[in-house]
């Protein structure tokens, strides 16, 4: 669906992305991993030819971006941003509305779509005519993402698009947004820095260093067969939890009924919350298994 | 002349031409204002995205806005003459920087993550710029916008020093006749002019624009544009043009008297006496009202015409002192009685010429005239006290409180301190009598009629009676103010009709007479 190849950018002297090459299916997510500088957001914005290369090519559904006009390449792939971009002398529902203003929609079309989509994501119907800055964080940060869904683009690009949230609302938004429905059909592009955040949103996590790209997998990969030393140190800190996070239920306890995306951690999550309660309503009769046993199932998987 | 007009008599009195003042100052406002938006608004984009020509730009806005208005006013006549042309392309320059800068920083603070999103949603840099950016720069836009209307009204007065109407003519007009209602007939329009734009800029900047459509904005300025046009005064039509001072406007023995006596009908600007000569030196005017001993006259080769009726009363010089000054150091009058007699109407016209056309400083012209008449003595450097001379905001009046300074300070154990240029008839004789200067050189015939305004019996009785003139003011000043003038210098610096010499000579125009014959064939 989406291929890079070759990608370099430099900014002045410095080379900000050397050599990028990786290839997104249609319907993947694949989160672009790194510390500051490390050229992920430049990585990005040249999809979208924010920035253009000054080396190598990107091609979608197999034709190269430069063959048609930056305006209409951008109209049709959403763009998420950390601090959202509302326009502020906007409100909620012309933001939402720019889009399909540019693609000349009818009025009708747009508010069916918007009211839709203020649905989908829990926003409440009378923020509508309120600006952005009465809104919340965690607010602004959902018609942002409206705002990108509205015309339904088949991919979306996403830079750090909870970064300007708080840790508890990041958390809750993030897992919201994983279950949305828009979102799980789409051929999504992630940037973040966040370890956490990148094993829970992405399929696939490419780890970028100085312009270059370290490793490219699925968490799986990355975290129990890096290809360098940079990789493997990168993820110790957290090597715990994002153990739990990469390893799937279903491959732990292969005759065990569950969810085929159900992670180790979540289910700990879930069987954490039963122990704190008591009653015995909350718990399932038919609930075979303890925190105990999940345990013990982890660590034999690991020394297999 | 009425004593007791009162300030809304004169209003009521003036009210047409306060009317068309008012609005050839809006005129001259509005026009200058408008090109400079159209100018200074894509400029201010262009530094915005082209960051490394901003310093310059804003830079070269910075110093047009120090140059003094007036200075700016007289670079422009030898390229664009006088009038409304000269004034509203200073005007337009002063107002560049404001609307410049604020356009700039405007579009500057705009929160790059909005421009960033707007460009990732697919907008094109024109949809950018008129949804986004402009809109979002409307509000500190307008704040330049409105600083450069207030700056504009303010400035628009002085566009009545080169002819290009205006408010300031009253104001200008009113300060050099010593007539309050005349200075304030043109400033509180002026002030609530200025007041009234500002506010209504600031309704306008309070609109919340949500994309800015060029058409709809640049409608009302092109109409405003168009219709200011015909609120500027009217002007030339092939038949000659005078060019008066304020202060000649308004005087009995100026251009009221032209009129009365001598029942002139001539086309008329108003216009700064710095401008006026060489103006009409490059035809662009044909008649100026004139001082007979200006060094200009030499200059510009320009000719007096005769005053056959007698409307110009004399203008004999003599230093006015306030008599406590004269009391204290009573050396000072024996001192300053030195000069009288030395100074005869080509003398001063001479003197005159060296400062006005061939730039010696008056500090020089001075030094060489009482060394040539043996009046110098090296300062003694001594302070027994401190005397202030004024002078009026010419050179002639320059040359004469240098030449005095020189005396005082060779013939006396007094210090000297000279407050020239002040800037006209009231400003001086205000000095005066507030005990800021002591004395300054002042002429028989403004004491006369500016500054005592005798009744109309005692001006026929005076008419034309040199010495008569001279015992009125001074007995009238020692009784009205305890000031007292001392011993005629000897020139007379009257007003005078002056035409260009080749022009005069061939339309055999000699006297003012002449020139009414004239102006009626034609």
Redesign the interface.
């Known amino acids: 669906m989406i291929k890079a190849e070759n990608l370099v950018k430099k900014f002045g002297t410095s080379v900000a992305v050397n050599g990028i090459s990786f290839e997104v299916k249609e319907g993947e997510n694949l989160v672009l991993l790194g510390t500051s500088g490390c050229g992920k957001t430049t990585t990005l914005r040249m999809l979208?030819r924010?920035i253009e290369p000054d080396e190598g090519s990107v091609y979608i559904h197999g034709k190269n971006i430069t063959a048609s006009n930056?305006?209409?390449?951008?109209?049709?792939i959403g763009?998420v941003?950390?601090?959202?971009?509302?326009?502020?002398?906007?409100t909620v529902a012309?933001n939402i509305a720019?889009?399909p203003g540019?693609l000349k929609w009818e009025k009708a079309a747009v508010k069916k779509r918007s009211d839709e989509l203020f649905h989908k994501l829990n926003l409440d119907a009378s923020l509508a005519d309120q600006y952005p800055s009465a809104l919340s964080g965690g607010q602004q940060q959902r018609v942002?993402l409206a705002?990108?869904l509205m015309v339904d683009p088949p991919i979306l690009?996403m830079d750090e698009p909870f970064g300007a949230l708080d840790n508890v609302t990041r958390a809750g938004i993030r897992k919201e947004f994983r279950q949305l429905d828009e979102l799980v059909k789409k051929t999504i592009i992630m940037v973040t820095h966040d370890v956490q955040e990148a094993f829970e949103m992405g399929d696939r996590i490419c780890l970028m260093d100085q312009g270059v790209i370290q490793q490219i997998g699925t968490p799986a990969a990355l975290l129990f067969k890096p290809v360098n030393s940079f990789v493997a140190g990168f993820f110790e800190e957290q090597r715990l939890q994002l153990e739990f996070k990469s390893v799937l239920l279903a491959d732990l306890l292969p005759g065990y009924e569950t969810d085929k995306t159900t992670t180790v951690w979540d289910k700990m999550n879930e069987l954490l919350l039963v122990s704190q309660d008591d009653s015995q309503e909350v718990n399932p009769a038919n609930e075979t298994i303890g925190i105990k046993e999940l345990m013990n199932a982890f660590s034999f998987y690991k020394n297999k | 002349m009425e004593h007791t007009q009162s300030f809304w008599q004169f209003v009521d009195q003036q009210s047409g031409k306060l009317w068309s003042q008012t609005w050839a100052h809006i005129g001259l406002t509005m026009i200058s204002l408008i090109i400079a938006i159209l100018i200074a608004v894509p400029v201010g984009i262009f530094i915005a995205r082209k960051e490394k020509f901003a310093g310059a730009i804003l830079g070269f806005a910075g110093v047009l806005q120090t140059i003094p208005s007036i200075a700016l006013l007289g670079v422009m006549i030898p390229f664009l003459g006088i009038g409304p042309k000269p004034a509203i392309l200073a005007l337009f320059l002063y107002a560049l920087l404001p609307v410049i800068r604020n356009t700039y920083t405007g579009i500057k603070e705009v929160n790059p993550a909005v421009i960033d999103a707007a460009r990732g949603m697919g907008m094109s840099k024109w949809q950018i710029l008129s949804k986004v950016e402009l809109p979002l720069a409307f509000p500190v836009l307008m704040a330049g916008i409105r600083t450069a209307t207030v700056i504009n009204v303010g400035v628009a007065t002085l566009a009545a020093y080169i002819a290009a109407g205006g408010l300031g003519e009253f104001i200008f007009g009113g300060i050099a006749l010593n007539n309050s209602n005349m200075i304030l007939a043109g400033a509180i329009p002026a002030a609530l002019l200025a007041i009234v734009l500002d506010f209504l800029l600031s309704l306008v900047q309070k609109v919340n624009l949500k994309s800015i459509r060029l058409t709809y904005l640049l409608l009302p300025f092109i109409f405003i544009l168009m219709s200011s046009f015909y609120l500027l005064p009217t002007q030339i039509g092939g038949r000659m043009l005078g060019g008066f001072t304020p202060e000649f406007m308004g005087r009995e023995d100026g251009y009221l008297g032209l009129k009365k006596i001598y029942h002139l009908g001539i086309e008329t600007v108003v216009i700064s006496d710095a401008v006026m000569y060489k103006s009409a030196f490059e035809h662009k005017l044909d008649v100026i009202s004139g001082y007979s001993t200006d060094g200009r006259l030499k200059a510009f080769d320009l000719i007096t015409l005769k005053d056959d009726k007698h409307i110009f009363p004399p203008y004999y010089a003599a230093p006015v002192v306030r008599e406590d000054v004269l009391k204290r150091y009573p050396e000072l009058e024996g001192i300053l009685n030195q000069l009288s007699g030395l100074i005869n109407d080509s003398t001063m016209t001479a003197l005159n010429y060296k400062v006005d056309h061939l730039k010696q400083t008056p500090e020089k012209v001075a030094l060489d005239f009482t060394v040539a008449h043996h009046l110098f003595k090296p300062a003694r450097g001594t302070t027994k006290g401190t005397i202030r001379i004024g002078s009026k905001i010419f050179g002639e009046q320059y040359i004469l409180a240098q030449i005095y300074k020189i005396l005082i300070r060779g013939n006396s154990d007094l210090q000297v301190e000279t407050k020239t240029g002040l800037g006209g008839t009231k400003i001086c004789f205000d000095a005066l009598t507030n005990n800021q200067i002591d004395f300054y050189p002042e002429y028989t015939g403004t004491g006369f009629l500016v500054l005592l305004k005798p009744d109309e019996k005692t001006m026929t009785r005076l008419n034309g009676d040199t010495d008569g003139v001279y015992k009125y003011v001074d007995q009238e000043f020692k009784r009205q103010y305890k000031i007292k003038w001392l011993k005629p210098i000897g020139f007379n610096n009257t007003y005078a009709l002056m035409m260009r010499r080749e022009q005069a000579q061939s339309l055999h125009i000699e006297s003012i007479t002449d020139l009414t014959k004239h102006l009626n064939q034609n």
Do not use: A, K, M, T
């Open positions: 979208n924010l930056p305006e209409e390449l951008r109209r049709g763009y941003l950390q601090n959202h971009g509302l326009f502020p002398h906007y012309e720019i889009v540019l942002g705002r990108s690009l």
